[in-house]
């Protein structure tokens, strides 16, 4: 049965699509970027395409994003996951592999929060489709497991309210899926799904291996479910199933330090390259005679006004590249820690200090977040089973920086942005605050940034493929040049 129109995505489904693709690329480090290209690294108008790769093979991403993503979603699981004593065993039991694929539900929640963290929402699918074996005297049982489910594959829903509450009446998630090569005994070849959940339904679309605008139904039936199972957690919540990238400005600023980065590595290859230049020199120039430069070679010319001399790049962009990056690791640093302070979770930090009550910290709301979410998902394996219980998870929360500590933090940030402060300052003061551990060693941290830079890439494109923008800023040095990127003077002949 062809029905295409059942894998469209829907526009707030496209609308997620596009503001998570820097994000997840972002994810996947340097190797990620570079397969992106021109994407994100544009490539000059007048740049060859041999330059381009060698400034793109030279480029290395400082992953500012993932080590943030990966830092705060560590802290609520930073101990191990527990759940309450009201808990059923049977839910203990399946804590132990709660995906059916040997991860805990603590492993399986602090995946979660990243997801989270990078999309601004997940979801968890609470499935019973798999069997498992629970010993090899036991019959195959089917049990029910989460199945994490991203944002992006989420390409459609409908909803109602229904008795004061907004509640899914239709999902559409993508899935890929393996079959048989029929040509190849050893092989599967990769093909995309579409499962719709229905209040009293479900079905599975697979798109056809010769038309890929064939769709045909190829499993279904009814549910054993009252409500489609399908759990959301938030980051930033914009309404039902609608959300914001907590993190996406750190994102933009990543980038923003890629491309720079890339341009510094280029710039200082290109000015550590000195071209020779002679004048006076006419038999040379028409090509009919070749000289060899060397350390044991003499040249020598008729014409009094005859000149050899090295012109290099006057290293004056040099300086200012390195603090463009030095400056966008800063505001990285800021953006990294904005999700503890007080105020970035729910009501103002203004408000909350004229309630006298701690403001939530963005942090602390996607945390409180997820707990509810995996309630709700174990609730909903009990009640598939027709088992009584009330489970609960219990995470922490208290990591977050009290109200005024979290305005100190963050005056402390903008003065070191501003540069009225040192980056050891700063340091110390996080230190005090608890936001850095006692065993943190600013000598320790500033060697460890250092080992973090890469030895330049050995890899050199013919001096005349530089382009325009490079030449504009290559000139003859004499003995009063600049001395910031000069490597030698000139010498006449």
Do not use: C
């Amino acid at each position: 049965m062809a029905n295409e129109q059942v894998a469209e995505r829907s526009a707030e489904s496209s609308m997620l699509l596009t503001q998570t693709k820097l994000l997840r690329t972002l994810m996947t480090g340097t190797r990620g970027m570079m397969a992106a290209r021109e994407e994100y690294l544009p490539r000059a108008s007048s740049e060859p395409s041999s330059v381009y790769d060698r400034r793109l093979n030279m480029s290395y991403l400082y992953n500012g994003y993932r080590f943030a993503i990966n830092s705060l979603s560590g802290r609520p699981f930073s101990n191990p996951l527990k759940l309450s004593e009201e808990t059923p065993d049977v839910v203990r039991d399946w804590s132990d592999n709660i995906d059916l694929t040997g991860r805990s539900l603590h492993q399986f929640a602090r995946d979660w929060m990243i997801d989270v963290m990078i999309a601004g929402r997940s979801h968890i699918l609470v499935d019973k489709s798999k069997a498992v074996v629970r010993n090899r005297f036991e019959e195959l049982e089917l049990r029910p497991y989460l199945r994490m489910i991203r944002a992006e594959d989420i390409i459609g829903w409908k909803s109602d309210n229904m008795n004061g509450e907004e509640v899914l009446t239709q999902v559409r998630i993508q899935e890929m899926g393996e079959v048989d090569d029929p040509e190849n005994l050893w092989a599967t070849i990769p093909v995309k799904r579409v499962r719709v959940l229905y209040l009293d339904s479900w079905e599975l679309w697979e798109e056809d291996q010769e038309n890929e605008d064939d769709w045909r139904l190829v499993d279904g039936g009814d549910a054993d479910w009252d409500r489609i199972p399908l759990v959301t957690a938030y980051g930033i919540r914009d309404g039902f199933m609608e959300s914001e990238p907590p993190m996406e400005d750190l994102g933009w600023v990543n980038l923003g330090h890629w491309q720079s980065q890339s341009d510094q590595r280029n710039i200082l290859h290109v000015s550590r390259v000195p071209i020779l230049f002679g004048a006076g020199f006419p038999e040379i120039a028409d090509g009919s005679k070749k000289i060899e430069v060397a350390a044991n070679r003499a040249l020598f010319s008729s014409d009094p006004g005859a000149s050899l001399k090295y012109v290099e790049h006057t290293g004056k962009s040099i300086g200012a590249g390195r603090q463009d990056l030095k400056d966008l690791e800063e505001q990285m640093a800021v953006l990294s820690l904005s999700p503890l302070v007080p105020g970035s979770g729910g009501a103002s930090a203004t408000a909350s200090a004229l309630q006298g009550a701690e403001s939530q910290s963005l942090l602390q709301a996607m945390t409180i977040s997820i707990k509810e979410g995996l309630d709700d998902a174990l609730q909903l394996m009990l009640d598939w089973q027709s088992l009584s219980g009330e489970p609960e998870v219990i995470i922490t929360s208290e990591y977050g920086l009290a109200l005024r500590e979290g305005e100190h933090v963050g005056a402390l940030l903008q003065l070191r942005l501003s540069g009225d402060i040192s980056r050891r300052t700063l340091w110390g003061e996080l230190r005090r605050r608890d936001v850095l551990s006692e065993q943190f060693d600013p000598e320790e941290e500033e060697q460890e940034i250092q080992d973090e830079m890469p030895g330049l890439i050995a890899s050199m494109a013919p001096m005349d493929e530089i382009d325009n923008e490079q030449e504009d800023e290559i000139v003859g040095t004499d003995n009063n040049s600049d001395a910031e990127g000069s490597l030698s003077e000139t010498e006449d002949v």
